[in-house]
């Protein structure tokens, strides 16, 4: 049996499905199917106190979950996947990054982006995050 397949009709038919339960905005069908996964959600964007002065956001753990779930394996850096955002009219491909201390992804936001979104650290933004198939 094709794990990916209960794990699709689970979510086709509104069944919680082992850890994960199917939720609104999310392609049911993953990337193994030849379909991107769709996610989209609200979080805050932060800033790192480290050098560079990075804005990152957390992903909430349901879609974290989501994503480690239908990722396909693969050797790219930091165990990152590729992903697309938009926030407002904005939309670019970047990576989200695994984070060992909230047991999450964390999404970069670049400068451009928050210049053009008019996006401040402490700020709830809604994010549309999809999983790059390239």
């Given at each position: 049996?094709?794990?990916?397949?209960?794990?699709?009709?689970?979510?086709e038919?509104?069944?919680?499905c082992?850890?994960?339960?199917?939720?609104?905005?999310?392609?049911?069908?993953?990337?193994?199917?030849?379909?991107?996964?769709?996610?989209?959600?609200?979080?805050?964007?932060?800033?790192?106190?480290?050098?560079?002065?990075?804005?990152?956001?957390?992903?909430?753990?349901?879609?974290?979950?989501?994503?480690?779930?239908?990722?396909?394996?693969?050797a790219?850096?930091?165990?990152?996947?590729?992903?697309?955002?938009?926030?407002?009219?904005?939309?670019?491909?970047?990576?989200?990054?695994?984070?060992k201390?909230?047991?999450?992804?964390?999404?970069?936001?670049?400068?451009?982006?928050?210049?053009?979104?008019?996006?401040?650290?402490?700020?709830?933004i809604?994010?549309?995050?999809?999983?790059?198939?390239?």
């Amino acid at each position: 049996m094709d794990p990916d397949a209960s794990l699709v009709d689970a979510a086709e038919s509104g069944r919680k499905c082992g850890a994960f339960a199917p939720f609104e905005g999310m392609a049911t069908s993953g990337r193994k199917a030849g379909q991107m996964a769709e996610f989209e959600f609200d979080a805050d964007l932060w800033l790192y106190l480290g050098k560079g002065g990075w804005h990152f956001v957390t992903l909430p753990a349901d879609i974290a979950g989501q994503i480690k779930f239908l990722a396909e394996p693969k050797a790219r850096g930091w165990r990152s996947e590729a992903v697309i955002v938009r926030i407002g009219k904005t939309e670019w491909t970047t990576s989200v990054f695994p984070d060992k201390a909230s047991g999450s992804f964390l999404l970069p936001v670049k400068a451009e982006v928050r210049r053009k979104e008019k996006l401040a650290a402490g700020q709830s933004i809604r994010i549309k995050l999809s999983l790059d198939a390239r």
